[in-house]
């Protein structure tokens, strides 16, 4: 069995791949202090975690879906927060379901068991490809959009998509299509029991990621989806009275890209505009470890080196080391002295 996609470069698809790549250059360029920039990138993180699950029928709000990104408790299912704990999880390191650059069979179980761990009915099924036939319903209309492949059919379809995302002619498409290929293929050939949607949206995070399409966190599809659950059931239900011509996809898929990197381009504008910029010329580059600094300082307003020793996992000294290297850049103010000194963003 091979898998090729076929698809036209429609006059939408062109155009808004032209607008997105100009998009995405606005928000690589602009000049975004550290804490506007981690703000941002969580702000993103959980509206995705939120429209992800929200899409397939999760009920939390925004709000509480933010609670529960800051380690708060909510009134909600267990299962439910599950749901969300669990997104935002796997987003926060989707870099790390990959084996030197390449998408695999164990990469998709690894996704579905962090992705569906804890939620399902049977355990069993959290990380396993299905063994029964299912039917993909609409949760606003209460309808039967797709019926999916038979069981005997998914390891081979799987096969040979996984096959196609790692060779070359993969390799040489637009990052943007790539992904939107990728989202419709798995949702199609529907895999798993249940969190096929979920899966396919952070399949399709993973390969933007990998291509160096993801732009530092700031932007994410599901929202757009979730902003007309309608128009997503309408266009897959198309598409699959079109495959192999995916083509009506595409251009609903590009046509989000554009959508959401636009309106981060505007946010972006807005803070990165004068009153937010620092004296020093071009983006400030921060570590992992600093964006950590910067987050939980965004959260609680100032932080300890007792702190950042027991967040990052490393020695107080260390910590110290890392805070005078942040005030150095002109990233941290200092207040008080002795054993009351904490550190605040300048």
């Known amino acids: 069995m ?20 100009a998009s995405r250059e606005v928000i690589l360029h602009a000049h975004l202090v550290p804490k506007w920039e981690v703000s941002l990138r969580r702000e993103q993180l959980v509206r995705a975690a939120h429209a992800s699950t929200a899409i397939e029928g999760n009920p939390l709000t925004l709000e509480e879906v933010s609670r529960l990104a800051e380690g708060r408790r909510v009134m ?20 790390t379901y990959q084996n030197q650059g390449n998408i695999t069979i164990e990469t998709l179980l690894r996704l579905h068991r ?5 939620t399902l009915e049977d355990p069993a099924d959290e990380g396993a490809f299905r063994k029964v036939q299912v039917v993909v ?9 797709y019926t999916s492949p038979p069981p005997a059919e998914v390891v081979p379809l799987v096969e040979a998509f996984i096959a196609w995302l790692n060779a070359e002619e993969a390799r040489s498409l637009h990052p943007v299509l790539v992904a939107g290929i990728a989202h419709y293929e798995l949702v199609r050939i529907h895999p798993f029991v249940d969190g096929n949607g979920r899966v396919a949206r952070a399949l399709a995070t993973l390969i933007l990621a990998l291509r160096k399409f993801d732009i530092k966190w700031f932007f ?4 757009f989806y979730d902003s007309d659950r309608l128009a997503y059931y309408r266009v897959l239900q198309e598409v699959n009275r079109t495959y192999p011509d995916c083509t009506v996809w595409l251009e609903y898929f590009t046509e989000g890209v554009e959508v959401s990197l636009h309106r981060v381009k505007e946010r972006v504008l807005l803070l990165s505009g004068e009153e937010h910029k620092k004296s020093t010329s071009g983006q400030i580059a921060l570590t992992e470890r600093q964006m950590q600094i910067i987050e939980y300082l965004h959260l609680h307003g100032s932080v300890k080196s007792s702190d950042i020793a027991r967040i990052c996992h490393i020695s107080r000294q260390a ?6 290297t942040m005030r150095e850049k002109g990233l941290l103010a200092r207040e008080g002295e002795g054993r009351g000194v904490r550190y605040l963003l300048a």
């Open 114 to 118: 962090d992705v569906t761990g804890g």
């Open 76 to 95: 909600a299912g267990r299962k439910a927060q599950a749901e969300v704990l669990n997104y935002l999880k796997v987003l926060g390191q989707i870099d």
């Open 220 to 223: 994410t599809l599901d929202d």
């Open 319 to 324: 910590a110290l080391n890392e805070l005078n």
């Open 2 to 21: 091979r898998f090729s996609p076929h698809f036209s470069y429609s006059h939408e698809i062109v155009n808004r791949l032209t607008r997105i790549t």
């Open 137 to 145: 319903g609409n949760r606003v209309t209460r309808t039967i959009v």
